[in-house]
């Protein structure tokens, strides 16, 4: 078969004319992902004030959710895709920079190395990461475009970057977030065509080096909750605490709940890791099915219309950073409401908009305003406004493209 | 190979439709297991979740009091501190282990022992490590309980031994093991016992376990996950039951606390046992089991040293030699077949004898224990002075199956029922009875020691005083009882004993008793006397004594020498005062290196009848002021019961 290459201006000039076509009037995904995404700041926040009994730890995070929101509007209505498209390798480099700097003087806490300080702010670049993941994978696409299969040979250079997040998160040590960098990328290359030999070769080097990362690389305690997934109940004491707890904690919430600040294994502190990883056993448990039912649909919601964003986009950046923000979102909640259900070993994954934390919050954040601006793009209110995000993009082409 | 591209775009069309199945899918089914774990599993983890934050505390029953006739304590309790090691909270056992044993200087093998034997019980109760632990010993352990998670102090009243506490009347508490655990608790779900538990081994405490034991109560407390009590959430739906103990019932004794002390301190140094008894009803007043044990180590717990020396010690300490240890009567029986001879008319009080100070029957020679023989004596005076000849004829001319007869008639040789410990039935031999077990015919030679006590005769402590209180009151064989009344931590009374007629004694007239009675009252009042050191002025008492050759020694052999294993028992019944008796004491002194009944033994009766008459005076104006007020509530409850008619008439 013929391997074509093709410029990126050969399809510049086409995008305008089909896009009217296949576009339907969908600016109510945009309205849909404010609505959820407003009930999920609102849920996340007053569930995280029981969690942590109102300490600062809440007020901590009103300060990243006030931030938060400043910055889906941003991402949302200023700054277009294609500006992103543009510097994406910028802030590939300068994630990157920011992930060797934390495993070289990051902040320890908790047996991990995960957190820098610069200037009063306090964060953690490996969240950052995997919105870095999904969009050097949707520029490299964009930038690589080929009618064929891809083959190995043609994506050396995503796996290098990919890699290179990996091997950088890793060390700290964090599978949780490193894996799920390479699951955002992989989501991504699921969408396009890709060589069915080269799956298969991918596919068999990964067993063996699963295999061999079990023996060599995982730590005990990682090895130890993969165990502990197949029998929480034999340790209760110990590493299978956590899992157990855990399924308690949601379990006794039975239907209605116990009660918003009535959780007994919340409150009385059975529940480990209460604010961060499983913040949603918290939710579980004082609001019963009837809560989390709804939590899931919000989360089944919130990704369904993300993935519909993608799918309305015109080119391939949009459309692989539109499904790369949704597996990103995606992949998190499953993740995490897996663990918290006793599916899934436990690993750091944070529930979006849920868990303590800035970086993270930060992080969904930015994807979800990221999304809406894709929607905005692919109803083209980008064009008419001329905001600066797309200032921006006309000084980009002329500079960079001279 | 065609495929539909999407636009300008790399991304194939048709792969959006499958995330979308795998999105609803992934979805549907975490709100699959969401169900299966909220709604379906719901109750299971409910039930798990009010189990980590809900403890029950165990409210230990304070056991019932024992008290003597009067009211006075002779056994109560007091609170006791213990280690209490909660393995659900304990982080790390080896830790706390070493810390423990480093503060309070028990080796780790110890702690780890208690663990064992509480193997298999749920994780929330909490285990004994040390029991009674002292004051300064709480205080280190409350100031290190930091390092200390799951370790805490218990309070539980336990028994409060005096010194002299009578360890067999009361008996004493141990923890109970797994077999008789599972034993008691077969039919007793509403109160079970527990790994731990105390329980009365022998004595009172033993016999009224039931009642004495009281009912456990519980309290539920909340939890945090670092078993601190926390108190979030007191609403009216987290309200948790408490259920307070129900101490166990008081047992009334009929034993006296004075006179038992007074018995006490009179046979202080003796083995052997003495019992104190009212002939009218049956009623014990003392009774003294030697050598004792102190039956506070059992709440302590013995080593296995201890034990050994308690098991190996050639007086038996835990055996309750009231009922349990049997001797031969020696001359206290001549009282049995002066009673025999007299009935039969084998003999009339007046007839007389000669005492050479030996016997002839067959080929053998019966010595009197004076050598040099008491003359011509009559009933009385060879009761008065315990002539062994007089004896030896008379009980030629019975025969041993006539003595058995009145000896059985008359209460030996069979179980009382004294509802206490052990008892023993003794031994009255008949022809008949050595054909069975020795398979040998009775030889005359073996006659003339049955009729002064000797030979095969044995009798407990229990059974002397029960002959001598026969005697006394003329024929009533009274159950020995010790227990008057039992009554519950709120005064109500549950159970009342009466004294118990055994029986009357057939065969044996009046006149016979008073013929012999005649003649034991010599025993102690007459100058002659061989027991009148039991002598009380203004009492006249009656007696006999009894010295008991465990081997026959060569007659000036100085029997201060000869070690305490082949010494004489020295043997004293008596009874008073004899016109209308009273009380009746029984002694019996095992190997006692004074010398005989009369030396030895008399004198301990003399201290505990004088002792009876110095109460006695001292409580009569207590006993008429008791009287006063028993009329007084006959005739509140009296008012009371016609209270209903005065209601019904308006």
């Known amino acids: 078969m013929l391997k074509t290459r093709k410029t990126n201006s050969d399809f510049d000039g086409t995008a305008l004319s089909l896009g009217s076509d296949i576009r339907e009037s969908n600016q109510h995904y945009t309205r849909m992902l404010c609505v959820i995404f407003a009930l999920l700041v609102m849920l996340g926040l007053m569930n995280l004030y029981s969690a942590t009994d109102g300490n600062s730890f809440f007020y901590s995070q009103i300060r990243n959710a006030a931030l938060g929101i400043g910055l889906f509007f941003t991402f949302g209505w200023l700054i277009a895709p294609r500006t992103l498209n543009t510097y994406a390798y910028w802030i590939f480099g300068f994630v990157c920079t920011l992930l060797a700097i934390v495993l070289v003087i990051g902040d320890v806490a908790g047996g991990s190395q995960r957190w820098i300080e610069f200037a009063g702010f306090r964060g953690q670049p490996s969240e950052l990461a995997k919105v870095t993941a999904a969009l050097v994978t949707a520029r490299f696409f964009y930038t690589n475009k080929l009618r064929a299969a891809y083959k190995l040979s043609d994506l050396w250079l995503l796996a290098g970057m990919i890699g290179l997040i990996f091997a950088l998160i890793f060390p700290q040590p964090d599978l949780g977030t490193a894996g799920i960098c390479v699951l955002i990328s992989v989501s991504q290359i699921a969408f396009v065509q890709v060589d069915r030999k080269s799956i298969i070769i991918v596919a068999s080097t990964g067993l063996v080096l699963l295999i061999i990362a079990w023996f060599g690389l995982f730590h005990d305690y990682q090895k130890l909750r993969i165990l502990n997934l197949f029998n929480p109940a034999l340790d209760p004491g110990g590493s299978g605490y956590h899992s157990l707890q855990s399924l308690v904690a949601v379990g006794s919430g039975q239907i209605m709940g116990k009660g918003f600040m009535q959780g007994t294994q919340t409150q009385l502190q059975f529940l480990p890791e209460r604010h961060t990883d499983f913040i949603f056993s918290v939710f579980a448990e004082e609001h019963g099915f009837a809560g989390a039912f709804l939590t899931f649909v919000l989360f089944g919601a919130m990704s369904y219309v993300a993935l519909e964003i993608a799918r309305q986009a015109k080119d391939s950046f949009t459309s692989l950073l539109g499904i790369g923000l949704t597996a990103f979102l995606f992949l998190e909640f499953v993740i995490n409401a897996s663990m918290v259900l006793g599916m899934f070993p436990v690993v750091g994954i944070p529930l979006p908009l849920f868990s303590y934390g800035g970086s993270a919050y930060l992080s969904v954040c930015i994807a979800l305003g990221s999304l809406i601006s894709i929607d905005r793009e692919n109803l083209g209110l980008f064009r008419r406004v001329k905001p600066f995000g797309a200032l921006a993009s006309k000084f980009a082409n002329k500079t960079l493209r001279g | ?650």
Request: aromatic residues 8%.
């Open chain 2, 1 to 650: 190979m065609k495929k539909i591209f999407r636009r300008e775009s790399v991304v194939v069309e048709n792969r959006f439709f499958w995330a979308s199945v795998v999105l609803v899918g992934m979805t549907s089914i975490l709100i699959l297991r969401l169900w299966f774990v909220q709604v379906y599993r719901g109750e299971y983890y409910r039930r798990i979740s009010e189990n980590n934050r809900i403890r029950k505390i165990e409210i230990p029953s304070p056991r019932g009091i024992i008290l003597d006739r009067y009211g006075q304590v002779l056994l109560g309790n007091r609170p006791f501190f213990d280690l209490a090691y909660i393995p659900q909270y304990v982080k790390d056992k080896e830790t706390t282990f070493k810390v423990l044993s480093r503060l309070l200087h028990v080796p780790i093998a110890t702690f780890e022992k208690r663990l064992q034997l509480s193997a298999g019980q749920p994780k929330f109760l909490p285990i004994n490590l040390k029991r009674n632990l002292s004051i300064h010993e709480v205080s280190t352990v409350q100031s290190n309980r930091v390092f200390l998670p799951g370790i805490d102090i218990s309070v539980a009243p336990r028994r409060d031994y005096q010194p002299d506490t009578p360890a067999h009347l009361l008996g004493y508490l141990g923890e109970i093991n797994k077999s008789k655990l599972e034993e008691l608790n077969r039919h007793n779900n509403e109160n079970p016992y527990m790994m731990g538990d105390l329980i009365g081994k022998q004595g009172i405490e033993a016999r009224w376990e039931p009642h004495l034991r009281g009912k456990r109560g519980y309290r539920m407390i909340q939890v945090d996950a670092f078993g601190r009590q926390s108190h979030l959430f007191d609403r009216d739906r987290w309200n948790l039951p408490e259920v307070a103990a129900i101490p166990g019932d008081d047992i009334i004794l009929t034993i006296d606390a004075e006179l038992q002390k007074t018995t006490v301190d009179a046979f202080r140094g003796k083995y052997g046992a003495v019992v104190v008894m009212n002939p009218k009803n049956g009623q014990i007043l003392s009774i003294v089991s030697e050598p004792g044990f102190d039956p506070s180590i059992y709440q302590v717990g013995l080593s296995g040293e201890e034990w050994r020396a308690l098991l190996s010690d050639p007086y038996h300490p835990f055996l309750d030699k009231t009922t349990g240890g049997e001797f031969p009567p020696g001359s206290t029986y001549k009282a049995v077949v002066a009673l025999a001879a007299l009935e039969e008319k084998v003999v009339d009080p007046q007839s007389r004898f000669f005492c050479p100070g030996h016997f002839t029957t067959g080929n053998q020679v019966f010595h009197c224990h004076i050598r040099e023989g008491h003359g011509q004596v009559n009933m009385r005076e060879a009761l008065m002075r315990s002539c062994d000849v007089y004896f030896y004829r008379v009980g030629v001319e019975l025969g041993v199956d006539r003595i058995a007869k009145y000896a059985r008639a008359l209460g030996l040789g069979q179980r009382l029922g004294l509802p206490l410990n052990m008892e023993r039935p003794g031994l009255v031999p008949t022809t008949a009875w050595k054909k069975l077990t020795h398979r040998l015919p009775w030889a005359p030679g073996e006659t003339p020691p049955i009729a002064i006590g000797q030979g095969y005769n044995l009798v407990t402590p229990i059974q002397l005083a029960s002959l001598y209180a026969t005697i006394a009151n003329g024929g009533s064989i009274w159950k020995p009882q010790i227990v008057n009344k039992v009554v519950s931590h709120v005064g109500k009374l549950i159970l009342e004993e009466s004294p118990q007629l055994i029986r009357t004694v057939p065969y044996i007239s009046p006149a016979t008793y008073a013929a012999v009675r005649e003649g034991l009252e010599s025993v102690v009042m007459d100058e002659q006397g061989t027991g009148k050191r039991a002598r009380v002025e203004g009492v006249r008492i009656a007696g006999k004594t009894g010295s008991v050759q465990v081997v026959s020694l060569k007659k000036n052999h100085n029997q201060r020498d000869v070690s305490m294993k082949w010494k004489e028992h020295a043997m004293f019944a008596a009874f008073a005062p004899v016109e209308d008796p009273e009380i009746v004491v029984a002694v019996v002194s095992e190997n006692d290196s004074i010398g005989g009944g009369g030396a030895s033994a008399a004198p301990i009766a003399g201290k505990i009848l004088n002792q009876y008459w110095r109460l006695k005076k001292q409580r009569t104006p207590v006993a008429a002021a008791a009287a006063a007020a028993q009329t007084v509530r006959e005739a509140e409850d009296s008012s009371n019961a016609e209270d209903p008619e005065d209601k019904q008439r308006l």
